[in-house]
């Protein structure tokens, strides 16, 4: 099971970083990935990273401003979030990537273990 936290209400322009804790042995084979959902929107790719950590993948609307991290020995994932947009406010997910499924892709069925979101508020 996963479970995001560290959202919040902040402004734009500010930093926030989102943390998903992972229950199980098996969280360091598993690329894992953030997503998110707007009000009204699909939810979408927004982070990926490899279970080692070595490589990561970004939505071209989060790159340069979002980092995605990992800490197998804590099972946990992090999202750093910098230069924040209103255009960020979402429900903010992790999810584990399923194996078997390649690198670098975004739909959202080769995800499973959808942890509980986490929402991020940017105001204006």
């Known amino acids: 099971q996963l479970q995001a936290c560290g959202g919040g209400l902040v402004q734009a322009g500010d930093s926030l970083r989102l943390s998903c804790a992972a229950s199980g042995r098996t969280f360091s084979i598993h690329f894992m990935g953030w997503f998110r959902q707007a009000p009204g929107k699909e939810r979408e790719f927004a982070a990926a990273i490899t279970w080692s950590g070595s490589s990561t993948s970004y939505a071209d609307s989060v790159k340069g401003r979002f980092f995605i991290s990992r800490d197998n020995g804590k099972n946990t994932v992090y999202l750093q979030m910098n230069s924040l947009k209103p255009e960020d406010t979402a429900v903010y997910y992790c999810?584990?990537?399923?194996?078997?499924?390649?690198?670098?892709?975004?739909?959202?069925?080769?995800?499973?273990?959808w942890g509980q979101g986490t929402v991020v508020t940017v105001s204006s």
């Open positions: 999810a584990s990537q399923r194996l078997g499924t390649y690198w670098g892709t975004r739909s959202l069925t080769d995800f499973g273990s």
